[in-house]
């Protein structure tokens, strides 16, 4: 009698190690995003047919660039659409594994579309699953070839015409009339049945490089409430209602019980000898990072850095649109993880009478950390004297540099005080303007209802603005 | 309410809350919770009682170790590996809910959850 448990693969890290961050317990995914469930299910299938240790995932760019966070197998992440061409040397390389590209439809369909068609071609014996959902996910929801007509993206705003971008593109469809492909087939991620259908069809993707038939390719519908705008739920209903007109499932090709197995023969060049056949020298060319000067007329660095929707990345566009209304030069970039929700973000601003050189804040005179893990990252990049403004009612350490003004705002709780917690990031561009002389006050004022259209989101930001305005003032004194 | 034959737990830390197991599962025994996880999602919860054990929530859920189904729960209770002395022994279901049993053998509690922690003989 054995003990029926469906848990977490053993193909998986039981915790993530390799995800940045405090969170290893969870996927960087969106909540209810349909990636993990064909993770689940590609790592269900590699135990059952036991090559979990003999398999090596290639990951794509977008959402799923980090695969190697949690399969506990190979791993490989390459560059963008290029998932097929690494595929192929690793299972040249390596014939005896089971190797597996990963990939979204903008790295697939897009920029990977030559990749793809050629690998396909060649027969390459490896297993593709191509995750369609209609959208680029990661970048923000912009179009993708296979967003369908009418669909509204932020590169579509009022639906992708047939007049300007053509049909949503079938990859299952042109991949299975190639002759090479032993097994084509498009399957969803929308209910228990499509999800039982989606299992099959990956297990015998899979089985199929096991037995060495050649080229598998499987197309799932999947979710991305994010892009889509919608809860998860609503998200797979939209897989049924809409996205199967222009996506019909069912095998497109199977011709593997028709094959014979492939005689894959390892052919390569011994690793030692690589450096010489890429003309490369046994110790690299530095550069003397002292030569390079940072300009000096710049009169403000500043770097803004907290979780991801505390408004971090706002409150520096903020920045710049007053001060270019006070006639300065100004820059500002954001950087932040490919999670849409969650995650570490930071921004960086600069505000100058000259040009600006290069957007990029390395040593900042002005730090605003909103959470611990951005005060922890970026304290020791301050120049001597500089401010470090910190939210004391979420980080519960203190700065360790005695050679800075420390600037400790509880932005969260005043902000919380006057109703919600969104507006901390108003708070504290008031202490800004309070404790600094380039921001004036009465512009700040009146740039304000430019960026709150709203009148009921006008006065409250106001009020938290004259708040962190008060704050400054005394602390500048 | 339909007879426990199978029992369903939720890690706490890992899920999103997304509500698709809410809405998969066919009996209605899941909920998603009132309070929240340090992550700052109101996760899954059980009812505490009704689950067949078929496994739907579990392919439904997108995060890798949320959900943990025994299809059997008695069969897994009796088939308990004692963590501390290695011996057979029996899980007692303490809180069905947090998803909490307790090992008869030397009265630790046991988190179902954490699959991966506990071991039952073939």
């Not at chain 1, 369908?148 to 299975?176: A, D, H, V, W």
């Amino acid at each position: 009698m054995s003990v029926k448990i469906l848990s977490k693969s053993e193909a998986f890290y039981d915790t993530y190690e390799r995800r940045p961050g405090s969170n290893k317990d969870q996927t960087h995914y969106c909540p209810g995003c349909g990636h993990g469930i064909l993770h689940k299910l590609i790592a269900e299938a590699l135990v059952d047919f036991g090559v979990t240790k003999n398999s090596i995932v290639v990951g794509p760019v977008g959402c799923s660039v980090f695969t190697h966070y949690y399969f506990n197998a190979g791993n490989f992440q390459s560059a963008h659409g290029r998932a097929p061409a690494v595929a192929t040397g690793v299972k040249r390389s390596l014939p005896e594994s089971i190797v597996l590209s990963y990939q979204g439809d903008g790295d697939l369909a897009a920029i990977g579309g030559n990749e793809i068609l050629h690998a396909a071609n060649r027969g390459e014996a490896i297993t593709v699953f191509f995750v369609n959902n209609a959208i680029y996910g990661m970048t923000g929801g912009q179009m993708a070839p296979t967003t369908l007509i009418g669909q509204k993206t932020t590169t579509t705003p009022y639906g992708r015409t047939l007049e300007n971008e053509g049909y949503p593109i079938g990859m299952s469809e042109i991949i299975s009339q190639l002759a090479s492909p032993v097994y084509v087939e498009r399957v969803m991620l929308a209910d228990t049945r499509s999800i039982n259908a989606a299992r099959k069809a990956v297990r015998k993707g899979i089985e199929n490089q096991v037995e060495k038939k050649g080229f598998s390719f499987i197309e799932v519908l999947s979710t991305c409430p994010t892009g889509w705008k919608m809860t998860a739920p609503q998200a797979e209903e939209w897989i049924k209602t809409t996205m199967l007109e222009s996506f019909p499932l069912g095998v497109y090709k199977d011709i593997a019980d028709q094959v014979e197995p492939l005689i894959l023969h390892k052919d390569t060049v011994p690793s030692r000898r690589v450096p010489k056949f890429l003309g490369l020298n046994q110790e690299g060319e530095g550069f003397d990072i002292s030569q390079m000067k940072i300009a000096e007329d710049v009169d403000q660095e500043i770097k803004i850095a907290g979780f991801g929707g505390q408004g971090v990345l706002s409150l520096g566009v903020w920045l710049s649109e007053i001060g270019m209304r006070e006639d300065l030069k100004v820059s500002w970039i954001p950087s932040y993880g490919p999670e849409m929700r969650g995650g570490t973000a930071n921004c960086h601003v600069k505000l100058s009478r000259t040009d600006i050189g290069s957007p990029l804040v390395t040593h900042s005179n002005i730090l605003i950390a909103m959470n611990r893990p951005s005060l922890e990252k970026f304290e020791a990049d301050v120049v001597e004297g500089g401010v470090i403004i910190w939210d004391n009612s979420l980080i519960d350490i203190e700065p360790t540099r005695k050679d800075i003004r420390n600037m400790p705002i509880p932005a969260t709780q005043i902000a919380k005080d006057l109703g919600t917690t969104r507006i901390s990031n108003v708070v504290i561009l008031g202490v800004l303007a309070g404790i600094t002389d380039f921001l004036d006050p009465d512009v700040v004022q009146r740039v304000l209802p430019i960026i709150f259209k709203k009148k009921q989101l006008l006065s409250i930001n106001l009020k938290a603005f004259q708040k962190g305005l008060e704050l400054g003032r005394e602390l500048a004194n | 309410m339909a007879k426990s034959r199978g029992l369903v737990a939720v890690n706490v830390e890992e899920c999103k809350g997304c509500k698709l197991c809410v809405e998969a599962c066919p009996v209605n025994v899941l909920h998603l919770s009132e309070s929240f996880n340090t992550h700052g999602y109101s996760p899954a919860e059980y009812e505490g009682e009704g689950c067949t054990g078929c496994g739907v929530c579990y392919y439904a859920c997108p995060e890798p170790g949320a959900i943990t189904v025994f299809k059997n729960w008695q069969e897994a209770q009796q088939a308990y590996i004692c963590q501390t002395s290695n011996k057979p022994s029996q899980l007692t279901l303490v809180d069905p809910i947090q998803g909490i049993a307790e090992c008869e053998a030397c009265g630790q509690q046991v988190i179902l959850s954490n699959f991966r922690a506990l071991s039952f003989a073939e």
